[in-house]
Every structure is written in C-alpha cells, then in structure tokens.
C-alpha cells in the first residue's frame, strides 16, 4: 500500500521558514518523480515544486521560485521542501504527491 505522510506544517509569521518533510513508504520512492502541491482556502489545487528521479532536476512554480527548495533522501524515502521568506499568499494545505497518490496534507499558515 502507498503512503505519503506529511509533516512540518504549522503557524509562522511573514518572513518565517518551515520545512515540511513527506515519509514515503509502500513503493521504491527513488524510482520516481515526487512533488509538493498546495491549496488555499476556497481555491484548488496549485502545483508547487517538483524533483525528477535519477537527475534530480528541480522545478518550481513562479510563484515559489527563489524561495522554497524541494529536495529528497532515498535512503531515508523521505521528500522535504524547505520554505524561506514565506508570505501569507502560501497559507495553504500543503500535499505531497507520489505515484499517483497524495497525502492527507500538512497546514501552513502564514500570519501576524
């Protein structure tokens, strides 16, 4: 069975940074291309960030770029994004995204 659990979320003010890990299990997470997607509320889906397998490219939505960095330990079959500079716009629920399947989501807020 897939799984993709998701933590690190939580309150942080303008500025702030938060790092948001994802625990893989359920399939060889090294073997595939995993992403981060967000939703804010009353909004849908948005796409965030997204490393390849094998080369480990990298890419992000503009919205994003410069800020946030996604990065993966296959040993550990682990996905993080680390998030710097963060602006209430990225108050969301933020899902990591494998093998077809998403995760229950972590909460940021974004808030003075």
């Known amino acids: 069975e897939v799984q993709l659990v998701e933590s690190g979320g939580g309150l942080v003010q303008p500025g702030g940074s938060l790092r948001l890990s994802c625990a893989v299990s359920?399939?060889?997470?090294?073997?595939?291309?995993m992403s981060w997607v967000r939703q804010a509320p009353g909004k849908g889906l948005e796409w965030v960030s997204s490393?390849?397998?094998?080369?480990?490219?990298?890419t992000y939505a503009d919205s994003v770029k410069g800020r946030f960095t996604i990065a993966r330990d296959n040993a550990k079959n682990t996905l993080y994004l680390q998030m710097n500079i963060l602006k209430p716009e990225d108050t969301a629920v933020y899902y990591c995204?494998?093998?077809?399947?998403r995760g229950q989501g972590t909460q940021v807020t974004v808030s003075s």
């Open positions: 995204v494998g093998r077809g399947t």
């Open positions: 359920g399939f060889t997470f090294g073997t595939d291309t």
């Open positions: 490393i390849l397998t094998g080369s480990g490219t990298t």
